[in-house]
Nanobody
Framework: QVQLVEFGGGLVQPGGSLRLSCTAS????????MGWYRQAPGKQRELVAR???????NYADSAKGRFTISMDNAKISVYLQMDSLKPEDTAVYYC????????????WGQGTQVTVSS
């Protein structure tokens, strides 16, 4: 079982920034993507951004231009830099590790709360 440990999150004012990090208990495979999903109250969990070790990235439309996902050289950690945060970004953010295409398995972190409010 892969463990995903998340750090970051918290309370920030609109327009502010936060950085989330997630570290896996093993290196990411070339067939996998690691990234972040979020779930707001009463809504379905949705993709925010994900990245492969080859550098391929996918972003939700709501994240494009404001959020940046990156991976460390050891290929065990990913980071989500969130800028220009809006109240609608408020959600629990979950780290995810799964095959890029098949999604035949999924590993999830415990989740970290991000609240954007004045």
């Amino acid at each position: 079982q892969v463990q995903l440990v998340e750090f970051g999150g918290g309370l920030v004012q609109p327009g502010g920034s936060l950085r989330l990090s997630c570290t896996a208990s093993r290196s990411i495979f070339s067939t996998e993507a690691m990234g972040w999903y979020r779930q707001a109250p009463g809504k379905q969990r949705e993709l925010v951004a994900r990245i492969t070790i080859g550098g391929t990235t996918n972003y939700a439309d709501s994240a494009k231009g404001r959020f940046t996902i990156s991976m460390d050289n050891a290929k065990i950690s990913v980071y989500l830099q969130m800028d220009s945060l809006k109240p609608e970004d408020t959600a629990v953010y979950y780290c995810n590790l799964s095959p890029y295409i098949s999604r035949s398995y999924e590993h999830w972190g415990q989740g970290t709360q991000v609240t954007v409010s004045s």
